[in-house]
């Protein structure tokens, strides 16, 4: 609680918790009770992917989230109009506090798994929009089934990274036949 202010971001999202009051509305309106998940968009790397989340059109996308966290990314996604949108998180409490984010903001068509990229081999759907907000090491070595899980045209939007490890990035994107269409410092 003492942690954790409202936070707004591109002027078009809050992000709250159920506990602070007074609360300016905006267009999307994100409750997060954080509990020990990552993802209140207070870190940079979650507010980076805000924000280009923000500039999107996600109207009938179908969206994968994996490290969902607190499944910020994903209930925004939602928000943004994304039909059907999957979450992975490795961590057995992120999934349950994802799920209950989840119920907080009313939403549905939001599917929660515990699991990692090898998930991605019984999902029987190719996603339109990827979320990883990670690290690089998992990045890495992730990209490949990642690539593999997207429709052509498809979106991979990473962070989780220190911008000296981009290189390393954009050659693996390049190996997997990803191509750079922009990135933000």
Known sequence: KNYFQPLVIGEQCIIHSTFHKDIPQKEY?????????????????????????????????VVLDMGSGTGILAILAKMKGAKQITAIDVDSWCIRNAKENISLNELTNIEVILGNADSLDML???????FANINRNILLEDM????????????????GFYEEDADLLRDKASQCGLVEVSHQI
């Open 124 to 130: 029987a759907q190719a996603f339109d929009v990827v």
């Open 144 to 159: 490949p089934k990642y690539s593999a899980a997207m429709k052509p045209n498809a979106i991979l939007m990473i962070s």
């Open 29 to 61: 309106n994100i409750i997060i009770n954080p509990q020990m998940s990552f993802g209140t968009g207070h870190h940079e790397t979650t507010s980076l992917m805000i924000e280009n989340i923000l500039k999107l059109d996600f109207s009938d996308k």
